[in-house]
């Protein structure tokens, strides 16, 4: 399984960025999805996750109202799609999957399987 984050880059705050996974090498469609981030000197967190069927999302509080996670199972590919950016933003993002998991279980970063390589996103005020 290999994914492949992109669509990272500075914005000023209050802008927008996209961000798209591709995935390969698994049944996309039957996999759940979940995007991470890491600020510099802290730990990585949860922001989104969608679950396979793209019916079901959750977000990070943090998050909630200012970013929209979907996917495109015919293009084996999820997006993150970010507005009003802030600075506390700022971080590398990383797309992960895994096999259908619990609900109540897909924040968790020890959930997920597979893991991109990241893409960088900074926010500047």
């Not at 009003?84 to 999957?97: F, I, Q, R, W």
Request: glycine share 10%; hydrophobic share 35%.
């Amino acid at each position: 399984v290999q994914l492949q984050a992109s669509g990272g880059g500075l914005v000023q705050a209050g802008g927008s960025l996209r961000l798209s996974c591709a995935a390969s090498g698994h049944t996309f469609r039957d996999w759940d999805m979940g995007w991470f981030r890491q600020a510099p000197g802290k730990e990585r967190e949860f922001a989104a996750a969608i679950r396979y069927r793209g019916g079901t999302t959750i977000y990070a509080d943090s998050v909630k109202g200012r970013f929209t996670i979907s996917r495109d199972n015919a293009k084996n590919a999820v997006y993150l799609q970010m507005n009003s950016l802030k600075p506390d933003d700022t971080a590398v993002y990383y797309c992960a999957t895994t096999p259908r998991v619990a609900l109540s279980a897909l924040h968790l970063a020890s959930s997920y399987d597979y893991w991109g390589q990241g893409t960088l996103v900074t926010v500047s005020s």
